[in-house]
């Protein structure tokens, strides 16, 4: 008995399965990345400054790569674009009608090529972001919440990237 038990566990141990995405993006000869500025052709000015030093973050802290500031001098580079921004009230207060929450949403075009050979390791031509924000009612107590809520979403964009690179998603 115990050595039909030994031999379902090893079978089922070694039936092939295996955690998906981990396969790197980036080649081995890849030990600097370069993140410039982002091409912007929407109206909301900070957002393209934003992203690209949010991602050079998540590169430092998550990975092997050094991020240099010179697209000539890296091994890849990591181009971007903002294509669309939006925002739009999501919640209303049923008492004076005015929003109580908003919801923005980033569209971009990101592309990380290899310098040397110009193949592109990582290509979403539509990567899409998406961050909720509460603003106040009371318009004495309003708070200009949109920047820290582009903060947010730089953030969560720089760690979806970056996992999207080197998790081969």
Do not use: W
């Amino acid at each position: 008995m115990r050595l039909a038990a030994f031999f379902i566990a090893a079978c089922a141990a070694s039936c092939g399965y295996h955690t998906g995405g981990r396969a790197d993006l980036v080649p081995k000869t890849v030990h600097t990345i370069a993140v410039p500025a982002f091409a912007n052709v929407t109206t909301r000015y900070k957002l393209t400054d934003q992203l690209p030093q949010a991602i050079a973050r998540e590169f430092i802290a998550r990975t092997r790569y050094r991020v240099v500031t010179d697209p000539e001098t890296a091994d890849a580079v990591l181009d971007g674009a903002v294509l669309g921004y939006n925002s739009f009230p999501t919640v209303f207060d049923p008492a004076t009608g005015r929003a109580s929450a908003v919801e923005l949403r980033v569209v971009m075009r990101l592309s990380l090529r290899e310098r040397a050979t110009g193949k592109v390791l990582y290509s979403r031509p539509n990567f899409e972001v998406r961050e909720r924000y509460q603003i106040s009612i009371d318009p004495a107590a309003f708070f200009e919440e949109s920047d820290s809520a582009l903060v947010r979403a730089s953030q969560q964009t720089a760690r979806q990237v970056v996992s999207s690179i080197l998790e081969s998603f």
